[in-house]
């Protein structure tokens, strides 16, 4: 009586072990893709979410992992107040280990759920696998490593999450996996918000179908009550990263900007249509911007009015949408497939949806070059969004589908539907391999006019490529249909000759045929896998998957000098060209030597905007901001020095002469500070403090307020300026009598300071941190409000004499992290009450 049973409860067992399985072989997919860092004391390349930028971020969670404040760049900015996995991952590794591991463990979890997905669809594991693989590990999914944007590949996870457990909601009809879908759509806004956003967009009629199938039909009370706890968690979440995401600016729009200028900047990086056939010929348009070996030759990421002007961008891009021929042929035939068998085909109305989504995503992508583009962007939310081209990632996903429905599809077909897919596929490889021919023939002329074009010696780089990417393409075209011959021969269809499957279950069918047809069917299937794993580890890898020269963040002379001499205060730049922009990326934030330079701000915070508007002496600038050291070039820094008011307060503290280290980096070796020497820090003096107790203080309008900070004739920290209705009292006239006050800092990190304060009158504490409402500060051990000073400063009123302990720390609302966490903890409890069922339910039957 209990055979039953135990045999599901076995066959339960095996489908878990195979679920594990999979994960491991994903896993080896990365370590074969990631080959690069197999090497000891090797660190990923990446340009933006580098090393150096992870370790800064470690030192910025340091007073808190859900509110960060970033200290280190300019004068301070606020960062989401977010539950960010990511971010309690890197407090407990090290950066360098992080960066060798998150991109390749995401993509790992992401192939593998979508597999998993593609499985409850009833997809075979081979077709499964290829599915996760065209999904997460070709295409610009797998190229963004190298810029690193580690905030998309957390995305990827809880996208791919909650397409699996929408489909397990679908399928079971049980609540609680909409729980669990909802809330994993709502983690992807804790990553990445703009992806998620557009992630989010596209998953809703993915959601509805499901809903539908839980529901029974398209029975809107009964989806209703099987959907509502999905809306909720997804609404909580996503709702506590929107309030947050205002809190800290993130979604401000300038004012005053044009509308046409405002779209020109919202959608710089739209997919050009034009270049489609990067998606399916590796470097047909270069592998990216600065490649020797191929620079992105096409218009993306191309300035507005750059033809007419030569201004902004010509291009630029880092990543490659490279998916393949092999993909896209598997993709085509599930779709026309899904509509041929429409009648037996229970998984062709997903498969509709997939293609729909597949090609909505990819106009979306096209950004201004999609006329319906625009009105999206006048949605709540979107009009803040840069970057079209980041629906490619959904894109990338929905074809991953495509394709393993189309390859389950392939399985199946009758020989003479497959006829027709073969021709079609060796003709197009035919036309393919003859437009190869012909630009590798036109190699050197062609070569010849991208240099007078204004390429120079890369010209030949570029034809190159475009004559590679076309001849490989033409030849994957080729082995696609070598595959379909395979289908066509009969290899596959030994069973189908005699018991036609229309209509009935495969696994209720009799299994004919010899060994050798079985083994070479098992085979057979894992080579459109096989195809995806070479493109992924031979022809994008080498480009995307590097490892950075080690001489990037290694600590030289002139590091060592400020470490030693910097302390509390923060250094500038004085021009950021060349290797000191290479500094400002990689060396300074790896070395937390914080700086007021940054190396890219495309849409600064308006009190940063109108205070560089009105102070544009860099003296004075730096002054407000606590910098005490300047690094400059020798000849700047003789200009500086020949300014009469700037030379008075610039002393030459060292000197040194940087060289090639020899590992990527450069080295400085010390040398005899004069004025003529190559490159020079100079000393601000007297030194501005960080932090500093006047006991003088007025209210004026920002506007003046401004004005007097730009005036050179006002002495910085003379006096502080409030602005009106402060609620701080009048400063007290002044007696006659000696004053001071004393400020003795004793810890600054990101996001907080702790200091002491001696007084002998009530005074004025004037922080060089930007001025945000979400921080807090305690004067012996009472809270007291922080104040605006000085336009966009911080200050502290002490209203009694004496000596005080301030610990000023940057803490805005929580409100939005307990929307986040009630959304998660939904998730969660949801997910453990499925576990929970699912081992009472293994337990029964044993």
């Not at 929408?166 to 609680?176: H, I, K, P, Q």
């Not at 997804?234 to 506590?240: C, D, P, S, Y």
């Not at 840069?386 to 629906?391: D, E, L, M, Y």
């Not at 937390?592 to 915070?605: A, E, F, H, K, W």
């Amino acid at each position: 009586m209990k055979s039953i049973p135990l045999q599901t409860g076995l066959m339960g067992g095996r489908r878990v072990a195979l679920s594990l399985c999979w994960l491991v072989l994903f896993a080896i997919v990365g370590a074969i893709v990631f080959h690069a860092l197999w090497a000891p004391d090797v660190v990923l390349m990446s340009t933006d979410d580098n090393v150096g930028l992870e370790r800064a971020t470690q030192r910025m969670l340091e007073a808190s992992a859900v509110h960060p404040w970033n200290g280190e760049a300019l004068w301070g900015l606020p960062v989401m107040s977010l539950v960010r996995p990511g971010y309690f991952l890197l407090r407990g590794v090290s950066a360098e280990w992080f960066m060798n591991t998150f991109h390749g463990l995401c993509l790992a979890l992401a192939a593998w759920l979508l597999a998993l997905y593609l499985r409850d669809k009833g997809v075979q594991p081979a077709a499964c696998i290829f599915g996760g693989l065209v999904a997460f590990w070709v295409g610009t999914n797998l190229t963004l490593v190298y810029a690193g944007h580690v905030g998309k590949y957390g995305t990827l996870v809880f996208l791919a999450l909650s397409i699996f457990a929408l489909g397990r909601w679908g399928r079971t009809g049980r609540s609680a996996w909409a729980v669990v879908a909802g809330s994993a759509a709502g983690a992807m806004f804790l990553e990445q918000p703009d992806v998620a956003l557009f992630c989010a967009l596209l998953l809703v009629p993915l959601g509805l179908f499901e809903a539908s199938r839980a529901a029974g039909g398209w029975k809107v009370g009964a989806m209703l009550r099987q959907s509502w706890g999905a809306a909720l968690a997804a609404a909580l979440v996503a709702g506590g990263a929107s309030l947050a995401a205002q809190g800290s600016g993130v979604t401000d729009v300038p004012g005053g900007e044009a509308p046409e200028a405002h779209w020109a900047y919202i959608t710089q990086w739209s997919q050009p249509p034009s270049e489609s056939l990067d998606f399916i010929a590796p470097g047909w348009t270069g592998w990216r911007s600065g490649d020797e070996q191929g620079p992105y030759w096409g218009k993306m990421g191309r300035s507005d009015g750059w033809e007419q002007t030569r201004q902004g961008f010509m291009n630029f891009k880092l990543e490659n949408v490279y998916v393949g021929v092999i993909p896209l042929l598997f993709a085509l035939l599930g779709v026309v497939e899904s509509v041929r068998r429409r009648r037996e085909d229970r998984a062709a109305p997903a498969v509709w949806l997939w293609g729909g989504l597949c090609l909505l995503a990819l106009l979306l992508a096209f950004g201004k070059y999609f006329p319906l583009y625009r009105p999206l962007s006048w949605l709540p939310g979107f009009g803040s969004i840069r970057n079209p081209n980041k629906f490619i990632h959904f894109f990338q996903v929905a074809w991953g589908v495509l394709a393993a429905f189309g390859l389950q599809a392939a399985l199946r077909m009758e020989s003479k539907q497959v006829r027709g897919w073969l021709w079609g596929a060796g003709i197009a490889g035919g036309v393919f391999l003859l437009a190869g021919l012909a630009l590798w023939a036109d190699l050197s002329s062609g070569a010849e006019r991208l240099a007078a074009a204004g390429w120079g010696a890369m010209g030949r780089a570029i034809q190159w490529n475009k004559a590679f990417s076309v001849t490989y393409a033409g030849g994957a075209l080729l082995l696609g249909a070598g595959i379909l011959w395979m289908l066509k021969t009969g290899v596959f269809h030994t069973v189908e000759k005699h018991f036609p499957q229309h209509g009935k279950k495969a696994e209720n069918l009799p299994q004919c045929g010899n060994n050798f047809s079985t083994v070479w069917k098992t085979w057979a299937m894992w080579i459109p896998a096989l195809i995806v794993l070479f493109d992924a580890a031979v022809i994008l890898a080498p480009h995307y998957i590097q490892t950075m020269p080690p001489g990037l963040v290694a600590e030289n002379e002139l590091v060592r000098t400020l470490k030693r001499e910097v302390g509390h205060n923060r250094t500038a730049l004085a021009t950021q060209d060349g290797f000191y922009n290479q500094w400002l990326t990689y060396l300074f934030p790896y070395h937390g030597i914080p700086s007021v330079n940054v190396t890219q701000l495309p849409r600064p915070p308006a009190d940063y905007q109108a205070f560089w508007a009105a102070v544009k002496d860099p003296l004075r600038t730096w002054q407000l901001t606590g910098v005490s050291h300047v690094l400059a070039h020798g000849p700047v820094a003789q200009q500086l020095l020949a300014h009469p008011a700037w030379a008075a307060h610039l002393e030459l503290a060292w000197a040194y002469q940087p060289y090639n280290d020899g590992r990527g980096g450069v080295g400085t070796r010390s040398v005899r500070p004069t004025l003529d020497a190559p490159e020079v820090v100079l000393k601000v003096t007297p030194v501005p403090p960080r932090v500093a107790a006047l006991e003088s203080w007025r209210e004026v309008e920002d506007g003046v307020a401004l004005q007097t900070l730009a005036d050179p004739a006002f002495k910085p920290f003379s006096v502080v300026l409030l602005p009106p209705n402060s609620g701080v009292p009048a400063a007290p006239p002044p007696t006659g009598e000696s004053r001071s006050a004393t400020v003795n800092v004793e810890r600054v990190i990101p996001g907080r300071y702790e200091f002491s304060v001696e007084t002998t009158a009530p005074a004025m504490v004037r922080v060089a941190e930007k001025f945000d409402p979400g921080w807090q500060a305690q004067v012996d051990g009472k809270t007291v409000p922080v104040v605006r000073v000085d336009y966009m400063f911080q200050g502290i009123y002490l209203a009694e004499r004496g000596r005080h302990a301030v610990v000023l720390r940057y803490a805005p609302s929580s409100l939005p992290l307990l929307l986040q966490g009630a959304g998660l903890l939904a998730g969660l409890a949801a997910a453990g009450w499925l576990a929970l069922s699912c081992w009472k339910n293994d337990g029964a039957t044993a």
